[in-house]
């Protein structure tokens, strides 16, 4: 029994000092950095980390690295990164509800004048939001393997 416990402590001590030191396989690395890239565009900034860490755990990437990495829609890149998903939205629905009503929303984003772009407008944005989360995903994970192939860091 003393022996079983020697043996998880030094497992959780080795998978505590992976996370730390961020030993970790490139593929791991690239998972990491795509999942919270994936999150960070898709959820809302108040969803972001309660949704990056369980699914980290369940898809055995570093929690930390997702987390941080949720980080690429802050108020800089939110309205590039909506605006972008509207678009797309709207060239694969072929759905247009005006612009008027958008200008609206983007001059004084009120919870009124953001509930009258209504179901229409939600039949845009969750669709170019996906195509454009899961656009920068994969892309965050091949430009994370091309930086580890360029350090040298092919573990």
Known sequence: ????IIEIGARLKEKITDVIKLRLSPVVMA???SLGVFVGAMFPIGLQTITVVPLAILFRCNPIVSAMTTLISNPLTLLPLYLGAWETGTILTGRNIGSGILNKVIQAPTWSNISAIGYDGLMIFIPGLLIVSVTLATLAFIITLLIYRI?????
């Open 151 to 155: 350090s040298g860091k092919n573990d």
């Open 31 to 33: 998972a990491s950095v």
């Open 1 to 4: 029994m003393n022996k079983f």
